[in-house]
């Protein structure tokens, strides 16, 4: 009897064996029903075979295999098992939780027509292949050649009746030319107006990027595009997904914000208007994604175009891979399966033996490091691509000697009140939402602080509201300090809000708009604004990191920053990288076309190497500076880590666990002779308490990925036996936050 070996959505690292009547080795990938206790899950078949462990009375049999969608593909299987393994989490959760909801329902979805898309004909070749030829065993060809005879056309749907295998087959016919692909409207129309554009002339550099790549188009490597705001990175983008869409293949490219999916979009959808691009984030609803996936899956699709979850995406003709803006920590899943899906890219190029693009202005240091050492390919686009664009000046204007009332220097207002009279944009960048980051009694010195978490609630003037930015908690003003009792309670420092309100009350006649996650939470709402930035319907900026990234503002000539100083002296080890980061990113806005560009950084700390870099647009100065500290203070990426994250209702029973754990992980290591494992003690968490959980850590390193890699699969196999249904925990894996 045939058991199917089935991965399943539960917390146990496990495949499930269920008895079927009938199975192939080609059902593997396949989605299947089955019972486990009293519910039914669907599970994806991981193999099929004869034998099972389970005894005969206890084992169940499946409910149904799904014959709908095409099977996963032996390289997406491969993908999940290798992300289970590295990240330490049970295969059938990574798999389950990759797929689009719908087909992780066990009620199969109702495939709209528009997914049946191409329909298979047979050509001349094709109907004079001899099948006499084709061996009495190869049934599902005989089949598939009958049903095609006579001139007849066949839909996916129509195929995979006959078996799930048939479009694989038939792909492969058509590139045999024995059959003729006939896409319907979709292909053949992108609901694309754009008129076609003259290409523009690529610069030197940017041609010796997109030839280097092309040269070694079949091969895998790792190239770090790495090029100063404005330099051209998508140009160069553009020409290489050209070069692979001409030679069929599908490209994936991975970005880290939603909110970048619409510019991107179009850009590529003025460009390729003949190809089918889909996108996918977390904005769509689950028919939309499940649409995209299918259509990614039948290689329609040909640009995938998504943020990280999409890097799960079946592609069956890969033959690029782009991340932009490699740098950006949203590549960096934060909760149950903490993948990087930038190195998770990096993966499945080496898998399919094709290119990858990491480009960045500001590459992450782990990377920038690889291709000093030569892992990577260190491509440099050091210009501005617009002829006569140049870098903005950057000059810090020292706050030791002033300290305005409003927050803003006096060369700051002067410099906005230059832009307003040549009618040209300017932008304040402050990293924090809200009025003010403190409600203080400037009787007794309490402030306002959340219950549930460690943190400082956040007064939000607008509709008289305090709030938690760490778990959403949100509570009315109170009249007096609930301490002292004194009425003289008032917000303290500022945020974008308060900055608006200063602006206003300095311009009144100037058009002032602020983005941020509370003035931009609907969906669509950024294309608006964007809209609104470029018909210059606004003078005034005011921003969070929201408006940091990636955006292209022709008109705006001034950035101011404001209250970065925090950043310098985080515990944070990486908060230097990420702030430099940021800045770059922020003053890069400035100055992209014909607008000279100037920023000007408020700071009691103008001599600081961070600052002082970033005024010569000096990346490589202060990267290796950091680097050179990271080595001797044996911080990443000189070692690889890994955080044993633990929360519970109590903190002790936290510090016991990850005592206990400890314990483990020290006698493991003498079990395994290993010194090159660093063992530290629990320590909390940065955020100590959340959302009513207390949180610790203890952090483990190695200078070796394999060492560590063997150490955590033996200690997670002894961690997995404690008792621990009143703490949660989980490893991570290279961690970008603690
Ligand atoms: P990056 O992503 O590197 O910051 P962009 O790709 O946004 O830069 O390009 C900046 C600007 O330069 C865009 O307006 C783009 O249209 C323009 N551009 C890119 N390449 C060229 C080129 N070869 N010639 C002229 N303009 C270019
Ligand atoms: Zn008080
Ligand atoms: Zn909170």
């Known amino acids: ?39 039914k899950l669907i599970g994806i078949i991981w193999d099929v075979c004869t034998e099972t462990a389970i005894p005969a009375d206890k084992l169940k049999s499946a409910i149904a295999v799904f014959h709908d969608i095409q099977p996963l593909s032996a390289d997406l299987m491969a993908l999940f098992s290798f992300c289970s393994k590295y990240y330490h989490h049970p295969l059938g959760m990574v798999v389950i939780n990759s797929l689009p909801a719908k087909i992780r329902s066990i009620k199969p979805p109702t495939l709209k027509s528009e997914i049946q898309d191409v329909v298979y004909l047979l050509t001349e070749s094709g109907r004079q292949v001899d099948r006499s030829s084709i061996p009495a065993r190869n049934t599902v060809m005989h089949k598939l050649l009958e049903a095609l005879s006579g001139n007849t056309q066949l839909d996916s749907q129509q195929a995979r009746k006959i078996s799930a295998h048939t479009v694989k087959l038939l792909r492969q016919w058509a590139e045999k030319g024995w059959v003729e692909e006939k896409h319907d409207e979709i292909l ?38 790495h090029g100063v705001t404005g330099s051209g990175k998508t140009e160069v983008y553009l020409r290489l997904i050209a070069k692979a869409l001409s030679e069929n ?47 990614a899956q039948n290689g329609i699709a040909r640009v ?69 050492i030569s892992r990577y390919h260190h491509l440099r686009l050091n210009h501005r691509a617009v002829k006569n664009a140049a870098l903005p000046r950057i000059d810090c204007i020292d ?35 809200g009025y003010a980051p403190v409600l203080l009694c400037y009787a007794c010195g309490w402030t306002a602080t959340c219950r549930r978490c460690s943190s400082r609630l956040v007064v939000h003037l607008q509709d008289k509201k305090l709030s938690c930015h760490h778990c959403g908690h949100r509570e009315g003003f109170p009249y007096a300090c609930p301490q002292c009792g004194d009425p003289d309670i008032k917000p303290f420092g500022r945020g974008t809000q308060r900055v608006e309100e200063t602006l206003s009350e300095l311009f009144p006649a100037a058009r002032i708009l602020r983005i941020d996650r ?22 005034i900026l005011i921003g969070t990191q929201l408006l940091a990234k990636g955006h292209d503002f022709p008109n705006l000539a001034l950035v101011g920053i404001l209250d970065s100083d925090l950043s310098l002296f985080s515990t944070d080890f990486r908060a230097g990288e990420h702030l430099f980061a940021q800045l770059m990113q922020v003053s890069g806005r400035a100055g ?31 990267a290796k500076n950091i680097l050179a500290e990271r080595k001797i ?36 290591v003498e079990d395994m002779k290993n010194k090159n494992i660093e063992i530290f003690d629990p320590v909390s968490a940065t955020m100590a308490r959340l959302k009513g959980m207390e949180r610790a850590h203890l952090l483990i390193q190695s200078g070796s990925r394999q060492e560590l890699q063997l150490f955590l699969t033996n200690w997670h196999r002894q961690l997995n036996l404690l008792p621990s249904s009143k703490i949660r925990w989980i490893l991570d894996v290279d961690p970008v936050e603690f």
């Open 1 to 39: 009897m045939p058991i199917l070996r089935v991965a399943l959505n539960v917390p146990i690292d496990t495949l499930f064996d269920y008895a079927t009547t009938e199975a192939s080795p080609s059902d593997i990938g396949l989605r299947v029903c089955v019972p486990f206790g009293a519910r």
């Open 304 to 372: 995938i175009l998504g943020t990280r979850l999409a890097v799960f995406t079946p592609l069956p003709d890969l033959g690029l891979v782009i991340v932009d803006e490699e740098h950006d920590s949203s590549f960096k899943q934060q909760d149950g399966l903490r993948y990087s899906a930038r190195d998770l890219a990096v993966f499945r190029a080496k898998q399919a033996q094709i290119p990858a693009i990491l480009g960045s202005a500001t590459p992450s240091l782990e990377s920038y490091h690889k291709a000093l």
């Open 592 to 622: 992209r076309a014909e607008v000279t560009g100037r920023v000007l950084i408020q700071t009691e700390y103008p001599n600081h190497p961070l600052y002082q870099a970033l005024q010569q647009h000096n990346y490589d100065a202060l």
């Open 188 to 225: 053949s129309d992108t609901n694309d107006s754009t008129r076609k554009l003259p290409l523009p002339e690529l610069t030197p550099e940017q041609s010796a990027a997109v030839n280097s790549v092309a040269m070694q188009f079949d091969q895998f490597n790792t190239w770090l595009l």
């Open 518 to 539: 509370d003035s931009i939470s609907r969906k669509n709402a950024w294309q608006k604004v964007r809209q609104t930035i470029h018909r210059r319907e606004v003078d």
């Open 633 to 668: 203070a044996g911080f990443p990426p000189y070692v690889f880590q890994a955080l044993l994250r633990a929360e519970a209702h109590s903190v002790n029973m936290v510090t016991d666990f990850l005592h206990t754990a400890h314990e483990l992980a020290c006698s493991t």
């Open 399 to 433: 706050m030791r000697s002033e300290k305005p009332k409003t927050g803003l220097a006096g060369q700051l207002i002067h410099a906005i009140k230059d832009c307003l009279s040549q009618q040209q944009q300017s932008l304040i960048f402050i990293n924090r939402r």
């Open 249 to 295: 293949k599908q490209v994936l490219i991975l970005i880290p914000e939603i909110n970048l999916t619409p510019q991107l979009e179009s850009v590529f959808r003025a460009r390729f208007t003949k190809t089918v691009i889909v996108s996918l984030h977390s904005g769509l609803n689950n028919t939309e994604r499940l649409h995209g996936w299918l259509q």
